[in-house]
């Protein structure tokens, strides 16, 4: 068998051509042969698709077709961020412009762990991590940003980042509310057991983070989030940044999910006190339509920066980067790092602040239509209005399994892919709406879809 034809070089684009041609014919062919949002029949019925179209993994002679056959089955038992029946979780669609971006990403293949891997690669990101960071930050001369895999390695950084400002420890204080990532850092970190605040209506009280930030010996790091994983709410920003302010503590922002926010000119200004905390999570593989992954940490001060400091002479030895070679070690715990800068760059570009703002509008104005529809339709209650792009309902009188069954029912038929959240000691629906492409008549759909599968369930009474 002759050389595998490789990505990049002077063959690379006419080697990628007609293998993309397969690509895109599968994706096609997959994508209708599932005709809906997910594969029907549940997990023991996709396993076994899975397992007899791919037959022996590695084979002892290669098959030429398994490019089309196994894009083919992916995209057949994918659930699909693009259909608008597919609403669960914080997944969004990615835009076609940025998968094209990280293509060329993946053809190139720099690595950012040094300059002479990525020399253009690393000064887009310099002006990509100086712009988003500004974004967090206006007018700081101070501010700067990195890039993560997401939400949860930023997190991760915001905590190591706080622990090594205090001089080796510090003890996280967040609401119940927090996304599950932080109190994992703490624990990955060796840091004391965290301290968890109740978020009664879902959100942090500033006078319940007073009352324990008096009575808890430092150093503490407050951990409040934009934009909730279950609900999309956004704490009290302002006040919890003064009750920091006022007992000497650290504040972290989990962003990941609001920070899209920032985007629109009349969703922003919900995200005020943003610019107080001394680390933010942003993800914009949520609200903003990137392939994973395209995480970031934004920095108050990027002094902060320099316990990431780290050297490994092959990477960047003193005398190169005296001699003026970027250090780039320091700009993340990993070392072989992708360029998920590009696609940012390409979409930020492209669309401008104009674009972006427009597809949060979109997806925020979804998600109180959808809420209306759920409000006006006696089946059903809703939980309280959106306050970004997640809805939570349920059925009126229906029990906890009732709701967790509807879901499942729903995934099993392949009809639709809900989200699930327990609130105020209740079980809700979640209809995460990060579709900007999802129509009105899509909204009402999937609300009948619900009514209609809750109503043969109940007939039936049998909940899976
Ligand atoms: C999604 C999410 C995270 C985790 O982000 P990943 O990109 O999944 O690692 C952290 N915090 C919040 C609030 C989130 O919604």
């Known amino acids: ?13 006419s080697a990628l051509r007609p293998l993309l041609h397969t690509v895109l014919t599968a994706l096609d062919t997959g994508a209708r042969a599932r005709g809906g949002p997910l594969p029907a029949g549940g997990p023991d019925a996709v396993a076994a698709r899975i397992r007899e179209t791919v037959g022996e993994i590695l084979p002892g002679q290669g098959d030429p077709h398994a490019l089309h056959t196994l894009v083919h089955a992916f995209a057949e038992t994918a659930a699909d961020p693009a259909h608008p029946l597919c609403a669960a979780h914080l997944h969004c669609p990615p835009l076609a412009l940025a998968t094209a971006a990280d293509l060329a990403a993946c053809a190139l293949n720099p690595s950012l762990d040094s300059w002479d891997q990525a020399p253009g690669a690393s000064e887009l990101e310099a002006l990509v991590t100086a712009a988003l960071a500004e974004e967090v930050y206006p007018h700081s001369a101070t501010a700067g940003s990195l890039i993560t895999t997401g939400g949860t390695e930023a997190n991760q950084l915001a905590l190591l980042l706080a622990r090594e400002t205090y001089g080796g420890t510090v003890r996280l204080m967040c609401g119940t509310n927090a996304h599950h990532s932080l109190a994992r850092a703490a624990w990955l970190l060796g840091l004391p057991e965290p301290l968890v605040l109740p978020a009664p209506a879902g959100r942090l009280d500033p006078a319940a983070l007073d009352e324990a930030l008096t009575r808890t010996p430092g150093p503490l790091l407050v951990a409040a989030t934009a934009g909730t994983t279950d609900a999309g709410l956004i704490d009290p920003l302002p006040q919890i940044a003064d009750r920091c302010t006022a007992h000497g503590a650290r504040l972290h922002i989990d962003a990941a999910y609001g920070g899209g926010l920032l985007l629109s000119d009349r969703h922003r200004p919900r995200l005020t006190g943003l610019d107080t905390a001394d680390t933010v999570t942003l993800d914009l593989h949520k609200l903003g339509w990137q392939p994973v992954a395209a995480g970031l940490l934004a920095v108050r001060n990027s002094q902060d920066l320099t316990a990431l400091r780290h050297r490994a002479d092959y990477l960047n030895a003193a005398d190169d980067t005296e001699a003026g070679l970027p250090d780039l070690l320091g700009r993340s715990l990993r070392t072989t790092r992708r360029p998920d800068v590009l696609k940012l760059a390409v ?6 602040r104009g674009g972006l703002g427009a597809l949060v509008d979109q997806v925020c104005a979804h998600a109180r239509q959808f809420a209306r529809l759920v409000h006006e339709h006696p089946g059903f209650e809703l939980h ?5 792009s997640t809805v939570l309902f349920r059925p009126t009188d229906a029990t906890d399994d009732t709701v967790a069954a509807v879901r499942r029912a729903l995934l099993t038929d392949g009809h639709a892919v809900l989200g ?13 709406l990060l579709n900007p492409a999802t129509g009105p008549d899509d909204l009402a759909a999937l609300l009948h879809l619900v009514a209609a599968r809750q109503a043969t369930l109940a007939e039936g009474n049998t909940p899976r």
Do not use: V
């Open 420 to 432: 699930r959240a327990r609130l105020d000691g209740r079980l809700w629906l979640k209809a995460t």
């Open 1 to 13: 068998m002759s050389t595998p034809p490789l990505a990049s070089g002077p063959q690379g684009p």
């Open 384 to 388: 309280s209005p959106p306050a970004i």
């Open 347 to 352: 979409t930020l570009k492209t669309l401008g």
